[in-house]
T-cell receptor
């Protein structure tokens, strides 16, 4: 079983739609969780950290379910510029410095 | 503020050739990393350096060596390139749990 698993997609949605991605992780001792965004042929960039109580940043909401070991990302009012691959990231066994990346979920937002 | 820089951006090698990928960061971060990214595999950690003077193996270290030259610079060396090392290589540095990536090096080994 992969340490971090994501549906690769692609998710095709129209502008203005709400879309949600889930991610599951296998290491119950993981303490830190993140969503990164990666544009085509570019480097990954931090989108947001995921906190136990859930957190929101504008149109983006991230939630963590420790009991079921999954993380979610909700994007409201999708924009064309949201088209990218979204990487679920979890810290590894040795603490926050070693991160384990999911393979990513591709989102395509169309006009 | 350049962040994390990598050179070269692109490289084509023949099997058996050697090369060094360079990485530098100007954010005064202690930790630095080398990853490779392949289709369907996601980012995989090759080596990391928790602080100046230390390096450790990641998930896929075979065929690579690293040098943490100083706090700013962390290089990755391929001593004898193989076609299986064709990939996109990313360097990153971190503070806390957030990693900042360089723009990547696209390497093709023929």
């Amino acid at each position: 079983r992969k340490e971090v698993e994501q549906d690769p997609g692609p998710f095709n949605v129209p502008e203005g739609a709400t879309v949600a991605f889930n991610c599951t992780y296998s290491n119950s001792a993981s303490q830190s969780f993140f969503w990164y965004r990666q544009d085509c042929r570019k480097e990954p960039k931090l989108l947001m950290s995921v906190y136990s109580s859930g957190n929101e940043d504008g149109r983006f909401t991230a939630q963590l379910n420790r009991a079921s070991q999954y993380i979610s990302l909700l994007i409201r009012d999708s924009k064309l510029s949201d088209s990218a691959t979204y990487l679920c990231v979890v810290n590894g066994d040795t603490g926050f410095q070693k991160l384990v990346f999911g393979t990513g979920t591709r989102l395509l937002v169309s006009p | 503020n350049a962040g994390v820089t990598q050179t070269p951006k692109f490289q084509v090698l023949k099997t058996g050739q050697s090369m060094t990928l360079q990485c530098a960061q100007d954010m005064n971060h202690n930790s630095m990393y080398w990853y490779r990214q392949d289709p369907g595999m996601g980012l995989r950690l090759i080596y990391y350096s928790a602080s100046e003077g230390t390096t450790d193996k990641g998930e896929v270290p075979n065929g690579y060596n690293v040098s943490r030259l100083n706090k700013r610079e962390f290089s990755l060396r391929l001593e004898s390139a193989a076609p299986s090392q064709t990939s996109v290589y990313f360097c990153a540095s971190s503070i806390g749990g957030t990693q900042y990536f360089g723009p990547g090096t696209r390497l093709l080994v023929l």
